[in-house]
Nanobody
């Protein structure tokens, strides 16, 4: 089995910072892309930031210049550093990874359970 476990969410004031982490574990041969999505109440899930195995990144326009995605390929972990947070960043944040499993070599999308980020004064 493969599992993604997120941490780092919470309540922060506007202008503050948070750092999310997501660790992948289990029967992993390799991890291709990793990313963070978010879903606010009443809205569709949207891509926040993504990073390839080679380190290329992409961001939603709404977070460019404020959020930074990075990964540690040894630890199979992806991070999202969120600075200058705004109230509109409030959402449940989900980690995603495209993983090739050991033994079967099957490639599939995996998701974390989600972590709540609330930006409020």
């Amino acid at each position: 089995q493969v599992q993604l476990v997120e941490s780092g969410g919470g309540l922060v004031q506007p202008g503050g910072s948070l750092r999310l982490s997501c660790a992948a574990s289990g029967s992993i041969f390799s991890i291709n892309s990793m990313g963070w999505y978010r879903q606010a109440p009443g809205k569709q899930r949207e891509l926040v930031a993504g990073i390839t195995s080679g380190g290329s990144t992409n961001y939603a326009d709404s977070v460019k210049g404020r959020f930074t995605i990075s990964r540690d390929n040894v630890k199979n972990t992806v991070y999202l550093q969120m600075n200058s947070l705004k109230t509109e960043d409030t959402a449940v944040y989900y980690c995603n990874a495209v993983i090739r499993r050991r033994v079967t070599s099957l490639v599939a999308d995996y998701w974390g359970q989600g972590t709540q980020v609330t930006v409020s004064s």
